[in-house]
């Protein structure tokens, strides 16, 4: 039997970061489909982040990309947060939209070229110390497009010789989360292409440098939960960035796609300690709203995130654990089955009324008349910043 009160505490103290560039305007490369009330500044997505927050109760970090959230003064957009109860979460570098990167950021054959690129993420950093952020996310186009472009080791020199500069410019209690991803932009050979790739550089770095893996950058087939359970095991699972995929990085809505993947990932975070703050994994999304209304979508996202976290807190821990030492086969898959198949809406739903909140979050972003309110009053909102 597990533990009801366990279960509700876990899912009270869960922390789902969302990122700003959710709440902008993106498309495709085909088409940006702009949406009435978006954000016009960085400041207009902590508001409506603030909205996402009130629903759910469990979205109080927002992670910043630089430049696309870029201000003046860091100090008060932190304050601008503080005063709607969020924080500003992991500050995502930006090395993959200059000119210069044609060939790659870090690890492009020019030393000037890595030298800027380097000098973005070490402003990264400061940043950071401007607005509280743990966590610096690194995630780098870089790769090359036919065979022979570039020499693929020496390419990794110039990656781990970055890498180490960050790695040092880190405060105590701040971090580097290493993102990889197959392929895209680059098509023969990405730099970071793989969790093992990651992982071997943030190894030989220290503590401090951590694995985040995003739900769609994988091969298909790939078997996410068993990253995800080898990197817990290893004290290097960094955070996730959630999303659903069909077919590439398609940065639709977590949970959207394979609700069964997500829980089976969740189980795993669950089962190796990874809910507890402590262990320090980032819940964070990453996806893009190109056609659906963006603060709703984020809302629903949320909520699967947290049906597929209660759902992994339902598994009856120690009927599995019998079963699989008995070598009981289907009686194992079984257990996992019966909690995967539980309805935990209603476990939410009076969650939620325990702290104050309406048990139906989407409910409760409607009848708050935002989304009316932004309607009106927000004229030319911004692009996300990519696909202009
Ligand atoms: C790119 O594919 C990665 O998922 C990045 O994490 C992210 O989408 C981008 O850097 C926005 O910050
Ligand atoms: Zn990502
Ligand atoms: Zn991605």
Redesign the pocket.
């Known amino acids: 039997m597990t533990d009801r009160s366990a279960v509700r505490a876990a899912l009270k103290s869960q922390r789902i970061e969302t990122?700003s560039?959710a709440y902008g305007n993106s498309g495709t490369r085909f088409k940006v489909f702009r949406q009435e009330g978006v954000p016009r500044d960085p400041y207009e997505k902590l508001d409506d982040a603030a909205q996402v927050h009130a629903a759910t109760g469990v979205a109080p970090v927002v992670?910043l990309?630089i430049p696309w959230d870029r201000v003046e003064d860091y100090a008060g957009l932190r304050a601008h947060a503080e005063e709607r109860g969020l924080t500003l979460g992991a500050i995502?570098s930006?090395v993959?939209q200059d000119d210069d990167y044609k060939l790659g950021s870090v690890t492009n054959p020019d030393p000037a070229v890595r030298r800027k690129a380097l000098g973005h993420l070490l402003e990264c950093v400061d940043i950071m110390d401007a607005t509280g952020s743990r966590d610096l996310?690194l995630?780098f186009?870089d790769g090359t497009n036919y065979p022979g472009q570039d020499d693929i080791a020496a390419r990794q020199d110039r990656l781990a010789e970055a890498l180490a500069a960050v790695y040092q410019r880190l405060g105590d209690d701040q971090r580097m989360l290493l993102?990889y991803?197959l392929f895209?932009p680059a098509f023969y050979a990405t730099d970071v292409p793989d969790w093992g790739t990651a992982y071997a550089h943030c190894l030989k770095l220290g503590p401090k440098a951590q694995v985040v893996v995003?739900t769609?950058?994988h091969a298909p087939g790939t078997n996410i939960e068993f990253i995800v359970a080898f990197l817990l095991r290893e004290g290097k699972l960094g955070g996730f960035?959630f999303n659903s995929r069909f077919y590439a990085?398609d940065?639709l809505m977590v949970g959207a796609a394979d609700p069964f993947q997500l829980f089976r990932i969740l189980y795993e975070v669950v089962k190796n300690g990874g809910l507890r703050a402590e262990t320090g994994v980032a819940f964070m999304l990453?996806q893009c709203h190109n056609i659906e209304a963006k603060i709703p979508a984020i809302i629903r996202s949320v909520m699967n995130v947290q049906e597929a976290t209660a759902k992994a807190l339902l598994v009856d821990a120690d009927a599995l654990a019998a079963a699989q030492l008995a070598g009981d086969v289907l009686e194992a898959n079984a257990v996992l089955m019966d909690a995967y198949n539980t309805d935990v809406r209603p476990l939410l739903a009076s969650v939620r009324e325990e702290q104050g909140l309406h048990p139906d979050p989407m409910a409760a972003y409607r009848a708050s008349g935002w989304q009316q309110q932004i309607v009106s009053g927000r004229v030319g909102g911004e692009q996300a910043?990519w696909g202009a």
């Open positions: 990122p560039w992670a990309h995502n930006n993959f996310k995630w186009s993102e991803k895209e995003d769609g950058h960035d990085d940065d990453d910043g």
